[in-house]
Every structure is written in structure tokens, then in C-alpha cells.
């Protein structure tokens, strides 16, 4: 076992011990699972299919769905094509699904499959009125955000058409990859302001539904198919986290012309302003006093409990739009992050941070960050500077545990806690959650230290 010694980091390039991230065809199956009727297909082993299905079913406490091209030897040696078609075969005449959404893995790509072959040559056995689409997701590369950013981009590929003259009246919003709870709040602030919206994907009633005492395989949430159609007609697309959503804003803008803002995950008060702000440019419409009101608790909130969060080190890692839009909120908070990562590759989460931390008058040289990292790497940092909080998901439980630093779970995954899909971080009411989650992290841990004398009934 490797050992830690503090102030000495190790280069490992070629080596990651304990990932920050996980296989970009989880991604494309959450992102498949937003989209009305939709049954994630994965072409590769059953292998695969199923570490997939129970990573995000323990997320979500909530039954998975998804097909597998199940290869075994002969498809590894001579291609995949004929367990595709006999899969879509089954699968439309068992399962019945309105649109089958195909993600590869490493296996299919490592052999080569040309999916836009495959399907074209199982068109036999696709009924009239289904459709079938597909995404690269080669897990060697990337990660789940990448493979969630694909699938979105493929589905407009595929299926936006229009001619970005706002025909519709509609704007579209890419959510980014955010639990059904977060979708439903930035729904409902779009609701209050009057502004009618498709989003893509949208997982708020597929992965989130109530019990009913009876199975149904296809829940009534998702994107409806037309409206992904219909969104080539659209006003505007608001990209949310340049990560997991800009590829497919940008994608809907060449096809369709329909013009993309990329704007931060609006968590926090800061970038929940910005949305704001910019859907009401984009619409004409006002802000109305409802949410006026929330925001302003929040900044009520903010003030009553700042003396909690002035110069807190925290430590962020996770995926690379959550960690940037809270990385822009512990500081508004009066916070000071130490350390950022994830496991995400891409040079832009480092330009992200930098900016906050320089917008902020901090100096960026004081602090930790690094994309296309690993919690090994986390870990050392805190070993070289102990932290007041650590902010990320289940991964890193281990660490705090072993540094006896307050870890509170937000992002994917969360696999040993539940109900935090069905509630939102974004949004100011979003943002009051978290501010109570760490308030309450933090108090708790004070009145754990406190000697017996020093323990106060107030805060
Ligand atoms: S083989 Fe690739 S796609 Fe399959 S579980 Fe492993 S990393 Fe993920």
C-alpha cells in the first residue's frame, strides 16, 4: 500500500488511485432516462449494463431501466451488429419503449462497432413510429459528464428540428446533470415567471416517482419526443454548466440556429441571479415578487449566519459544473476554498476557478485545483492542509473518516444516504438547503469540541 507523507506529492500520471468520477456510459443512461418513453440501451457486455444500472439505483432509490447487447466472444471478435438488432428486436416487441437510446462502451468501441452502420442495418426490426438513437461513450476517455453531455447532444443531433425563429415561443433549457429535485425547482421558477420552456433531459418523474403499488415502465416524466423536436423553434437554449450541457446548446445552434447562452449551475445566490437575469432578457418577462421574496430570505440567511463561515477552509470535489458554481458560493459565504477537483478532464474547470478565486480578491496561488484528478491526490492536500469541511459525494467518505474532517454529500454519487434526490441545491431555495447543511455540519462539530463550560444553547 502506498504511503502518505505529508508536503510530498507524487506524479503519477500514468496511474489513478481512487477516481473522482465514473464511466461515461452512466452518464448517457442518465441523460437517456430524461427523455419521455425512453429505454437506455448499452451495447456492450452485461457486465457493464449492470454496474451501470445499480450505480445510479443506489443514487436514486428508485428501479433503473436499461437494455444490454449482451456480447459475449463472438461479438468481441466479429462485431456487435447482429446482437444490436436481435436486442431492438426484443426490446420493441417486449418492452414497447416509444425511443431506444443506444450508449457504447469501451468494449464496442475498442472493437470498432460503427453504430450509425448498425442501426441504419436493424432498421428492419425498429416498428413504424419508433426511433432509435445513439451516442459514443468509450469509458477510457472522459467520464459520466462527458457521457451525459454526448447524450444530450446527440438527442438534438438526432431529433431538434426548426429553424431558430422562437416560432414556439419557447425557451429550452439543458439542466445539466443535477437530481430530479434540482429540475423541478428550476421548473417551478420558470412557472412563477410565466415562461413556457421544454427541458432536456428532464429525470423530475421518471427517477423520482412516488410509490403507487404498481410498476410502470415508463413513467410519466421525461421530455416528451415532439417537444425535443419542436425545440429547433425556440427562442433561446440556456445552457446550465458548460461541462455537462454547452455541447448540446451548441449543437441545437448549428443545426437550427437557435442561439445558446452557457451560463454557471445557479447554485447560490450569485448564479441563481444570473439565471434569472437572463431568462428574464430572454423572454421580456419580469421577476415576480414570489421569487423576490426567496431571494431575499436567502440574503437574510446569509447575514444572520456568516459568523459560522468566515474563513472556513473547505476542500470541493465532485463533478466540474458543481464544483465551479460551489466553489462561487462557499465564497460568497465568506469561505475560503483550499482545494478544488475533480475527476472530469478539461483545462476549463481551471480557468473557472481561477476566476472566481481572482474575481473574489483571493489570491488563486493559495489554493488547490486540478481537473482529471484523483481523490488520492484530495487526500494528500488535506494531509499538507487540514480542512474545516470537505463538500463532494460518497467517495469521499473514506477520507473524512481518516481525517475526521465533516464531509456533507452533494453531486453523483450519494450511494449511503437517500431523500437528497428529491430536493433541490439550485436555486435560492436550493441555496437555503445548503446553507443549513453546513451551518448544521459545522455547529455540530463545534458542540462536539466544545469543553462542557463553553457549550451555548444559542449560535
Ligand atoms: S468496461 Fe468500460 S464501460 Fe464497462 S464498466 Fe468498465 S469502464 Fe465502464
Redo the contacts with the bound molecule.
Keep these: 500500500m502506498l504511503e502518505l507523507t505529508p508536503k510530498e506529492i507524487v506524479n503519477r500520471k500514468g496511474l489513478t488511485i481512487n477516481p473522482a468520477k465514473?464511466?461515461?456510459?452512466?452518464g448517457a443512461m442518465y441523460a437517456a432516462l430524461g427523455i419521455n418513453g425512453c429505454l437506455p440501451h448499452?451495447h456492450?457486455?452485461q457486465?457493464?449494463?449492470s454496474?451501470?444500472r445499480m450505480h445510479l439505483t443506489k443514487h436514486f432509490r428508485d428501479p433503473i431501466m436499461a437494455t444490454t447487447s449482451s456480447f459475449t466472444e463472438g461479438a468481441s471478435v466479429f462485431g456487435g451488429g447482429s446482437n444490436l438488432k436481435t436486442a431492438l428486436k426484443n426490446i420493441f416487441s417486449i418492452y414497447n419503449p416509444e425511443i431506444v437510446a443506444v450508449h457504447t462502451?469501451?468494449?464496442s468501441e475498442t472493437i470498432g462497432d460503427d453504430l450509425n452502420t448498425l442501426i441504419s442495418e436493424s432498421a428492419s426490426v425498429v416498428p413504424e413510429g419508433k426511433l432509435v438513437i445513439h451516442t459514443n461513450?468509450?469509458?477510457?476517455v472522459g467520464s459520466h459528464v462527458t457521457g451525459f453531455s454526448n447524450m444530450v447532444a446527440s438527442t438534438i443531433k438526432y431529433l431538434a428540428q426548426g429553424e431558430g425563429k422562437g416560432s414556439n415561443g419557447k425557451l429550452n433549457i439543458i439542466p445539466g446533470w443535477v437530481n430530479p429535485g434540482d429540475m423541478t425547482e428550476i421548473k417551478l421558477l420558470l412557472t412563477k415567471m410565466g415562461v413556457p420552456f421544454t427541458m432536456l433531459p428532464d429525470t423530475s418523474g421518471v427517477v423520482d416517482s412516488p410509490a403507487t403499488n404498481s410498476f410502470e415502465m415508463y413513467p410519466k416524466g421525461g421530455t416528451k419526443i415532439e417537444d425535443i423536436k419542436d425545440s429547433g423553434n425556440s427562442k433561446a437554449t440556456i445552457a446550465l454548466g458548460s461541462f455537462c450541457s454547452e455541447a448540446g446548446a451548441v449543437e441545437l445552434e448549428k443545426k437550427c440556429g437557435v442561439p445558446a447562452s452557457v451560463l454557471k449551475m445557479p447554485l447560490g445566490i450569485k448564479a441563481t441571479d444570473e439565471f434569472m437575469m437572463q431568462v428574464a432578457k430572454l423572454t421580456g418577462k419580469a421577476i415576480p415578487q414570489e421569487i423576490e421574496i426567496e431571494r431575499g430570505q436567502v440574503a437574510d440567511i446569509m447575514v444572520d449566519t456568516h459568523h459560522q463561515f468566515h474563513g472556513k477552509k473547505v476542500g470541493i470535489f465532485g463533478d466540474p459544473d458543481l464544483v465551479i458554481a460551489m466553489t462561487e458560493f462557499v465564497v460568497s459565504l465568506g469561505m475560503v476554498p483550499k482545494m478544488m477537483l475533480t475527476g472530469t478532464p478539461g483545462k476549463a474547470f481551471e480557468a473557472q476557478i481561477e476566476s472566481i478565486l481572482t474575481e473574489a480578491g483571493l489570491n488563486p496561488e493559495d489554493s488547490l485545483y486540478q481537473s482529471a484528478g484523483d481523490l488520492f491526490l484530495f487526500h494528500q492536500w488535506m494531509k499538507n492542509e487540514p480542512i474545516d469541511l470537505m463538500i463532494g459525494n460518497t467517495y469521499g467518505k473514506y477520507i473524512a473518516r481518516a481525517e475526521d474532517t465533516p464531509l456533507i454529500r452533494v453531486g453523483f454519487p450519494v450511494l449511503d444516504r437517500s431523500v437528497h434526490s428529491y430536493l433541490p441545491i439550485v436555486g435560492y431555495k436550493g441555496a437555503m438547503r445548503l446553507i443549513e447543511k453546513i451551518t448544521d455540519t459545522l455547529l455540530d462539530r463545534q458542540d462536539r469540541d466544545a469543553a462542557d463550560e463553553d457549550l451555548e444553547l444559542t449560535m
Design positions: 465514473t464511466c461515461q456510459p452512466i448499452s456492450g457486455s457486465g457493464c449494463c454496474f451501470h462502451t469501451c468494449l461513450t468509450p469509458s477510457y
